[in-house]
């Protein structure tokens, strides 16, 4: 499916910029400028946002070789973006879990493909999304992934631990967040730090 978008027409130092020189550095250079102003908001210390940043450069360095040797492309669009991933195993849906993801496009005149599109998590780590996932979350940067690793995990006392493990542990992503949404501003933290390895994250109502 093709598809595109028009870029945000938000203020550049904000969420996105026009490429200045085409040299694959030098791109990469604008885009940590611009990352600085998310992770700046996810990560108390300037070690562990900076970090996160060379991971979602990583994660996009597809996107920097396109910009660097494709001289249609003019700039990158930015967005703050919603993921959502439901969890399965053996056919059956075990949750859903709600994430914060970025998203970064290739602008040609004043548009954003969604073949030019990649989506991180805010430890910098790439989203999996399949072709038809992109494309159903594209327009409004709202996407919904499934995981059925979860499946393999069947089959013998260890593969019992493993399902049950996960599941304990999406049980208690489920109540942290209902818990979170009742006014509960602490709920979150425990669970933070084991998703994010103890990063700085800041929760406030």
Do not use: H, W
Request: glycine share 10%; net charge neutral; hydrophobic share 35%.
């Amino acid at each position: 499916m093709y598809v595109v978008r028009s870029t945000t027409g938000a203020k550049p130092q904000m969420l996105g910029f026009i490429i200045e020189n085409r040299d694959p550095d030098a791109i990469r250079g604008q885009l940590r400028e611009q990352l600085s102003n998310f992770f700046s908001v996810f990560y108390k210390k300037e070690s562990e946002a900076n970090a996160a940043i060379d991971k979602t450069l990583s994660s996009l360095s597809g996107l920097i070789d396109k910009a660097a040797s494709d001289s249609s492309v003019d700039g990158f669009d930015i967005r703050l973006s919603q993921v959502a991933t439901q969890y399965s195993a053996g056919g059956s849906s075990l949750a859903s879990i709600l994430g914060i993801g970025i998203e970064a496009g290739l602008s040609r005149d004043g548009k954003v493909a969604v073949e030019d599109t990649k989506v991180a998590d805010v430890a910098g780590n790439a989203v999996p999304l399949t072709e038809k996932e992109l494309s159903v979350g594209f327009k409004d940067a709202r996407y919904t992934r499934t995981d059925s690793t979860l499946g393999g995990a069947t089959g013998g006392a260890s593969g019992n631990e493993r399902l049950q493990k996960a599941m304990d542990q999406l049980r208690e992503t489920q109540d942290a967040l209902d818990r979170f949404r009742k006014g509960d501003t602490g709920a979150l933290k425990p669970l933070l730090e084991r998703l994010m390895g103890n990063s700085g994250f800041s929760v406030s109502a």
